[in-house]
């Protein structure tokens, strides 16, 4: 059963701070958190990780960047990281997270969505790159959130709920 996840990138204000908002909305019951390998600790997410998460009606203003510390990978029950140099280095730098630690676009190739390949950073760069890092995260957090919510129980909430329907009908 999967509790806790634990989403890494670099430095811990572009796209592990969006992946964590986003899998949030889809597993109400398993803690996600984030944190970097290299973090700028105590930065905010970058203004433009801000403005795409808001137009998804998603607040990550309050997040701190926090750096990858050893009590963080020992409560995870699972690891996403962005890049494969990020997946070695955790798994070389705490050795009892092995076989722990997937890549969040590692399963994407099975639904056809992606290649399974890196996520980029857009740190520093335009927000067409942000876009699509970002569009790469989404379709890894719905991949994971619904291989997480079968072996976790957990509830997935659809990626876009649609706010002015009703209730279903019986």
């Not at 990780?49 to 699972?78: I, S």
């Not at 955790?90 to 399974?116: K, N």
């Not at 996520?119 to 997480?148: N, Q, T």
């Not at 990626?159 to 002015?164: A, E, I, L």
Request: proline fraction near 6%; glycine fraction near 8%.
């Amino acid at each position: 059963m999967i509790k806790r996840v634990l989403v890494v990138c670099a430095g811990n204000v572009c796209r592990s701070p969006m992946a964590e908002a986003l899998f949030a909305q889809r597993l109400g019951t398993v803690t996600v958190e984030s944190a970097g390998i290299t973090a700028m600790i105590g930065h905010s997410a970058d203004p433009m990780a801000v403005t795409l998460m808001r137009e998804r009606g998603l607040d990550v203003r309050p997040h701190r960047a926090r750096q990858l510390v050893t009590w963080m990978a020992a409560t995870a029950d699972l690891v996403l990281v962005m890049d494969r140099l990020q997946k070695q280095f955790i798994e070389q730098r705490f050795a009892t997270l092995y076989g722990r630690v997937y890549r969040l676009g590692e399963f994407s190739t099975l639904s056809g969505h992606m290649d399974g390949s890196d996520i980029p950073d857009p740190y520093r760069k335009d927000r067409a790159a942000f876009e699509e890092s970002l569009s790469l995260i989404e379709v890894g957090v719905d991949v994971w959130s619904a291989r997480i919510a079968s072996v976790s129980g957990a509830a997935s909430v659809p990626p876009v709920p649609d706010s002015d329907a009703g209730p279903s009908a019986p």
